[in-house]
């Protein structure tokens, strides 16, 4: 698929692009989408569902709602977009659970990290005449809950649409072309081969985080004061990304296990490899990988994919 030309011809550059956005969560990607929303006037009401009335509240006070619900079936009537952005474990009993109460000519999508698994289980309960369009946007902070959203956070970042074999074609330009006036970047892939990129890109790091700060606090050599007073900069990184949501990572790894066990397969033999270089003194393997690791960091930086520190003021 092409992503769409945003031009001032195109009949998605400009105005409110849905009348009614249903968020099934309003957590830190739901909230930000929310926000985002609100600030380029992409839908005429935003209303937003938690499981917890207290979240519930709190969207509604910060104001990037406008009606809530603990009720998910209720609150999708009449929604021209409905977003899901609960775990990814959850997603087919939240589509089982909303299918008959979506409209007609709706687009239900969702924002979750694995996409075979979302197609999987959440397919099979889509009506006839809703468009289904599994979304991730590649973005996101270590925080969560009503609080952590804000409308900046898709700014230059990838936003993958899957949409499967068939799917409506102007729909599909809808919802890419909202990405896109969130100054998101759009690309279209197959479920299969997203997983498979992001088990390498997303998945992966994370696990070897987790896996890092857990060993460091189970240590008893190293007492967890030492661990926090001298972490360094690369600690500090796997820190940061052990501290996010454990249920939605849960669900990214028991649902997306084959391409997360088989890029493990493939760093576990690369570390071995390592391994035997440091026991023999083998300095050339380490500086021609190293090497090679920091060209591919700055190819990253090149294409905006890192935050670059700016450097001090005078």
């Known amino acids: 698929m092409s992503i769409p030309d945003l031009t001032e011809e195109s009949e998605f550059a400009s105005g409110a692009l ?14 930000s989408l929310a926000w985002g929303i609100l600030r380029h006037g992409l839908a005429d009401e935003v209303v937003g569902y938690s499981r917890s009335q207290g979240s519930v509240d709190r969207a509604l006070e910060l104001g990037f709602i406008s009606e ?23 997603s087919g009993e939240m589509a089982a659970l909303i ?3 979506l409209k007609p000519g709706s687009t239900l ?6 996409k075979s698994a979302v197609v999987r289980d959440v397919g ?3 009506p006839e005449g809703v468009h289904f369009i599994p979304g991730h946007p590649v973005a996101g902070t270590e925080n969560s809950g009503p609080d952590a959203g804000f409308a900046e956070l898709f700014e230059d970042h990838w936003c993958i649409l899957t949409p ?5 074609q102007t729909a599909v330009d809808r919802l890419a072309a909202l990405w896109q006036r969130l100054n998101s970047k759009v690309e279209f892939m197959d479920a299969k081969h997203h ?9 992966l790091p994370h696990l070897i985080a987790y896996n890092i700060v857990g060993t460091a606090n189970d240590m008893e050599e190293v007492t967890r004061s030492e661990v926090i007073k001298y972490a360094g900069g690369g600690f500090h990184d796997f820190t940061r990304i052990a501290a996010s949501d454990p249920t939605m990572w849960r669900d990214v790894f028991l649902n997306n296990k084959e391409a997360v066990l088989e890029m493990l397969g493939r760093f576990s033999e690369d570390l071995t490899a390592l391994q035997r270089a440091i026991r023999w003194g083998d300095g050339d393997i380490l500086f021609d990988l190293f090497t090679r690791t920091r060209k591919i960091r700055r190819e990253v930086v090149a294409a905006g994919q890192a935050e670059v520190p700016k450097p001090p003021e005078d």
């Open 18 to 31: 849905y009348k009614r956005v249903a968020l099934l969560g309003v957590g830190l990607i739901n909230g």
């Open 195 to 203: 997983d498979l990129v992001l088990a390498v890109t997303s998945h």
């Open 68 to 90: 809530g619900s603990t009720d998910a079936a209720e609150i999708v009537k009449d929604a021209d977009l409905v977003v899901i952005g609960t775990p990814v474990g959850a």
């Open 109 to 114: 999508t969702d924002v979750g990290s694995v």
């Open 124 to 126: 099979p309960h889509v």
């Open 99 to 101: 299918a008959a109460n």
């Open 164 to 168: 499967p074999p068939g799917t409506d």
